[in-house]
């Protein structure tokens, strides 16, 4: 571990640095404070971008919910 690494705390809401919460309540690590600091938008960013990829879409065919051909099984 770096002592240039910066994680988001999910607990607190700010920034920290390698002697910050435990891991599991923490996004990281980011190379830099300012990223950290975006650590919740990125997470939105991908959320956004995942559910709009037809490749990782769970409401379409091929999603484990009978539709494998765009038709109801009989």
């Given at each position: 571990?770096?002592?240039?690494e ?5 607990k607190?809401?700010?920034?920290e640095?390698?002697d910050g ?22 997470v939105q960013?991908r ?9 990782w ?8 919910n ?9």
């Amino acid at each position: 571990m770096s002592d240039n690494e910066f994680w988001f705390c999910l607990k607190h809401h700010t920034v920290e640095g390698h002697d910050g919460c435990r891991n599991a309540d923490r996004l990281g690590p980011y190379a830099t404070s300012e990223e950290a600091s975006r650590a919740l938008e990125k997470v939105q960013e991908r959320n956004e971008d995942w559910d709009n990829d037809p490749k990782w879409n769970d409401d379409g065919p091929g999603s484990g919910n009978g539709l494998t051909d765009g038709t109801p099984d009989s």
